[in-house]
């Protein structure tokens, strides 16, 4: 067995369900196993062990924070049912890749919080606090869905943006490619495509499902169904990418109708301007029609991210180091996505059979798996 496959099997039954999905929702159970697992494998290697006060967690090799230090990592956290190599991976492969290094220079392994933001809401939240993208104080109230907020599920105020990333002198994340453009085992990610969440709440009136006639009813849930049609519509129209994934009623009866139904856009594109056509053509046709429903409608932009492109010439860099290696970019956001505007940053891709991602399917073979630990070995021998 191979030295990841013995590591991997460590962590693969941790948060998995039973048609093999993972939920591993940040600072819940599985991910506190994982997070103990981090602090082993660190003291194993006699790396000393840091937390930011945002629920990032840090092994470093050397004094923390020492200026020149390379950062690599990702996150342990996971969507409902998501796949187990999104976020491990790149953990995982971290450790392993120090191991091949002979003499170890300046170099930190992380785990960010809540990169998903499938529990509270925000993506990237523990590197959005720690480079100031988000308030502590606003980062604290978020909610997740039994009413626990991150503040208390941290215990306490988040301490906010760290002034000693300034000393990091590159950011390098592994992660499983989660699509079907990389044909070979390693690639390197040259940009992020813009994306954001947005929460649609269509306000109607509650009323009963036999006694209302058809024509006296305001029912959201109507506007609500031809938003999906019509975010699909348009999404497909521009070559831009729409998803409502979420969606919660009140009072979620079978024989009410609800008087409130709430949705979640999920909206991506490969430039700026076109995200923005997108939103504005979806927001206009749900308006149009929770008008004619008798329904109000009203928007909340729970997190946008502006188009990343990585540094262009590190990219070409890795690119060159890994023998020549492809450069694509992604419409998944990440880590790096954040760092990217205040350290230079790239990510390296191991290849995915089944471009199945954020569900059971997600997978990547073992042969890969290596091939992407070398991968970064060889990356971070030369940038320390």
Wanted: hydrophobic fraction near 40%; proline fraction near 5%.
């Amino acid at each position: 067995m191979s030295d990841f496959a013995t590591l991997w099997a460590e962590i693969a039954g941790v948060g998995r369900a039973a048609n093999g999905g993972y939920l591993r929702y940040a600072l819940t159970p599985p991910e506190l196993t994982l997070r103990e697992w981090f602090r082993g494998q660190a003291g194993e290697r006699g790396m000393t062990v840091t937390e930011d006060g945002n629920g990032n967690l840090f092994a470093w090799c050397g004094e923390p924070w020492a200026p020149g230090t390379v950062l690599t990592g990702s996150h342990f956290d996971s969507v409902p049912g998501g796949g187990g190599y999104d976020g491990p991976l790149g953990i995982v492969s971290a450790f392993l890749a120090l191991d091949r290094l002979e003499s170890p220079g300046k170099i930190a392994i992380g785990a960010f919080v809540e990169e998903e933001g499938g529990r509270f809401g925000v993506p990237c939240l523990g590197s959005r606090l720690m480079t100031g993208v988000i308030t502590p104080e606003r980062a604290a109230t978020l909610t997740d869905r039994d009413g626990i907020t991150f503040g208390e599920a941290l215990g306490g105020l988040p301490s906010g943006p760290n002034g000693l990333i300034s000393n990091l002198s590159a950011f390098v994340e592994l992660h499983i490619e989660q699509g079907r453009a990389l044909e070979t085992p390693v690639g390197v990610g040259s940009a992020i495509w813009p994306h954001g969440r947005w929460r649609m709440e269509f306000a109607g009136a509650g009323d009963h499902a036999g006694t209302t006639r058809m024509t006296d009813r305001r029912d959201p849930m109507l506007a609500f169904a031809h938003t999906v049609l019509a975010a699909d519509e348009e999404a497909r129209l521009i070559g831009a990418h729409a998803t409502v994934g979420r969606v919660e009623a009140e009072p979620n009866a079978t024989n009410a109708i609800p008087s409130m139904v709430r949705g979640w856009l999920d909206a991506r594109a490969a430039d700026t301007g076109t995200l923005d056509r997108l939103l504005e053509s979806v927001i206009k046709r749900a308006t149009e029609r929770a008008g004619r429903d008798g329904t109000e409608l009203s928007v909340v932009a729970e997190s946008v991210t502006d188009e990343v492109a990585f540094d262009t010439e590190l990219a070409r860099r890795l690119s060159e180091l890994l023998g020549d290696a492809p450069i694509l970019p992604t419409g998944a956001g990440h880590d790096a996505g954040v760092m990217s505007a205040h350290v230079p940053t790239a990510m390296l891709f191991v290849r995915n059979p089944t471009g199945v991602s954020h569900a059971p399917a997600e997978s990547a073979s073992d042969e890969d798996c290596v091939a992407g630990i070398e991968a970064l070995a060889t990356v971070l021998e030369a940038l320390t």
